[in-house]
């Protein structure tokens, strides 16, 4: 079993950045692939970014590719999104999630592990 929390979500005037954490629980995390993923209301939930179990390995959806970047630190459980020049149309619910896979996996059902998500908020 795989605990995720994300946290870093807030509000920011566009054109700014924030970083979004995704801490894990469990002995594995190094094992697991990891992404982030997006829902704004009304819509269908985004794959937004993904790495492989080394962080050696990144896939990015084309809405945010340029501009958001995904790493991770095997050591500290954790996952990252770093998200710069963000635009109103980034608003939604981030959630981070967990892959018994070690390549990237970038399909909504190939994920095991969800978290509960954090709310970013880009004003115009």
């Known amino acids: 079993q795989v605990h995720l929390v994300e946290s870093g979500g807030g509000l920011v005037q566009a054109g700014g950045s924030l970083r979004l954490s995704c801490a894990t629980s469990?002995?594995?995390?190094?094992?697991?692939?990891m992404g982030w993923f997006r829902q704004a209301p009304g819509k269908e939930r985004e794959f937004v970014a993904a790495?492989?179990?080394?962080?050696?390995?990144?896939y990015y959806g084309d809405s945010v590719k340029g501009r958001f970047t995904i790493s991770r630190d095997n050591a500290k459980n954790t996952v990252y999104l770093q998200m710069n020049s963000l635009k109103p149309e980034d608003t939604a619910v981030y959630s981070c999630a967990a892959a018994r896979y070690t390549r990237v996996v970038i399909t909504t059902g190939e994920y095991d592990y969800w978290g509960q998500g954090t709310q970013v908020t880009v004003s115009s």
């Open positions: 790495i492989n179990w080394s962080g050696s390995s990144t």
């Open positions: 469990g002995r594995t995390f190094g094992s697991y692939a």
